[in-house]
């Protein structure tokens, strides 16, 4: 099993900035207007930052109409024309999708808290990205629109329970173990898949596969697990097969 760069990877202070946001993040497709200048140099800042193996964020400029396609049930995007893209290259680490999704994550938590707000898109116009300049083998493999929501309260869609999604009893864990599943729970996923089952035994909680899911789903909730900590320290480890990772809380926990 590989040791995570996610460990230690983030400041404390970021962290918990992050974790209040999973509370109130939802996806946003109705915006009013695009960040103003503050928000923007603070997103430019955040995305900079956010840097795990194989994966970057590139903010660009597009015409929302040009980026965003009309999908079934779902509000056609609109009203901003911000963006941020999520750019992963697997010649530079086999694991880049999956940090892709990780770091993907910390930005969108990032907006969340500074008022933006932003929807995870894999299924773009990739021609709206003309602007975009790659690097050879980088693909973009999401992106975001950030923007500030429309007066229109959109609801975060609903989650399975979380004795849906652990394996044995959450209630009868410690309290660390259920807060990390609990975070997972709040992640988002393409389609609302929830792709994922917790499992705990002992200092140790894995978190692997359950149905149809993409390295993207699986890097967001593995920063969630990971944030739903706290403060508290713990080593997170990637797994194989169905294992995505796990996590081993220290003894004083
Ligand atoms: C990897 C990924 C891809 C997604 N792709 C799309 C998309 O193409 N179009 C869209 O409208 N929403 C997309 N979403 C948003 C999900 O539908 C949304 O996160 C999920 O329904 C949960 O709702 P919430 O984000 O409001 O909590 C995607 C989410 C993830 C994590």
């Not at 901003?80 to 999520?86: C, L, S």
């Amino acid at each position: 099993m590989d040791r995570c760069a996610l460990n230690g990877c983030f400041a404390p202070a970021q962290r918990e900035k992050w974790l209040n946001a999973v509370a109130h993040r939802r996806s946003v497709r109705a915006y009013a207007d695009a960040p103003d200048v503050e928000q923007m140099s603070a997103l430019h800042y955040a995305a900079a930052r956010i840097r795990l193996p194989g994966m970057r964020i590139a903010i660009g400029e597009a015409a929302s109409a040009m980026l965003f396609r009309k999908l079934p049930f779902v509000e056609q995007i609109g009203g901003t024309n911000r963006y941020a893209a999520i750019i992963a290259d697997d010649r530079a680490d086999p694991r880049a999708a999956l940090y892709a999704g990780a770091g993907g994550e910390a930005l969108v938590l990032e907006a969340a808290s500074l008022g933006v707000g932003t929807c995870w898109v894999a299924g773009f116009r990739r021609s709206g990205l003309e602007g975009l300049s790659l690097e050879p083998g980088e693909k973009v493999l999401a992106v975001t629109p950030l923007g500030i929501p429309a007066d229109r309260p959109e609801k975060s869609a609903k989650r399975k329970k979380l004795g849906e999604i652990c394996l044995g009893d959450p209630a009868q864990w410690p309290m660390w173990a259920y807060n990390a599943a609990e975070c997972v729970r709040r992640a988002p996923s393409a389609l609302n898949r929830q792709p994922w089952r917790i499992s705990f035994a002992g200092r140790t909680l894995i978190l692997s596969r359950s149905g149809l899911g993409s390295p993207l789903d699986f890097g967001i909730a593995a920063l969630h697990l990971s944030l739903g900590m706290g403060a508290a320290p713990h080593t997170l480890r990637w797994g194989e097969g169905r294992e995505i990772i796990s996590l081993v809380a220290e003894e004083q926990v």
